[in-house]
């Protein structure tokens, strides 16, 4: 599985940003994929992972509640992460992933696989 993350950049606090995520060698779309972000100096967050578009399918974290908004498109085995209402804190690398459920990554469980990241930076 081979998951290619895109649209990181800079971003003035506010601003918003719209990541994706292209997931090649996936033989079907029963799987979950989602976004988890890294900085130099913390532990791994999971900010959010989907099975499918109904809401009871979906995690996300407590950071990204009301701000971050993810869907997939399983026709193009996309993923995308809308993020609004940036602030500083949201400054660092966020990963494309692949868990083994749903479960598993609210439980903030290693990913099954992932990709290079993209980093996002919120500065004025």
């Known amino acids: 599985v081979q998951l290619q993350a895109s649209g990181g950049g800079l971003v003035h606090p506010g601003g918003s940003l719209r990541l994706s995520c292209a997931a090649s060698?996936?033989?079907?779309?029963?799987?979950?994929i989602g976004w988890f972000r890294q900085w130099p100096d913390r532990e791994r967050e999971e900010i959010t992972c989907?099975?499918?578009?109904?809401?009871?399918?979906?995690y996300i974290s407590d950071s990204a509640k009301g701000r971050f908004t993810t869907s997939r498109d399983d026709g193009e085995k996309t993923i995308h992460l809308l993020m609004t209402s940036l602030n500083s804190d949201d400054t660092a690398k966020y990963y494309c992933?692949?868990?083994?459920?749903?479960?598993?990554?609210?439980?903030?469980?290693?990913?099954?696989?992932w990709g290079r990241g993209t980093l996002v930076t919120v500065s004025s």
């Open positions: 992933a692949i868990w083994a459920s749903l479960l598993s990554c609210r439980r903030g469980d290693r990913p099954l696989s």
């Open positions: 989907i099975i499918n578009n109904d809401d009871r399918y979906k």
């Open positions: 060698g996936v033989t079907s779309d029963d799987y979950v």
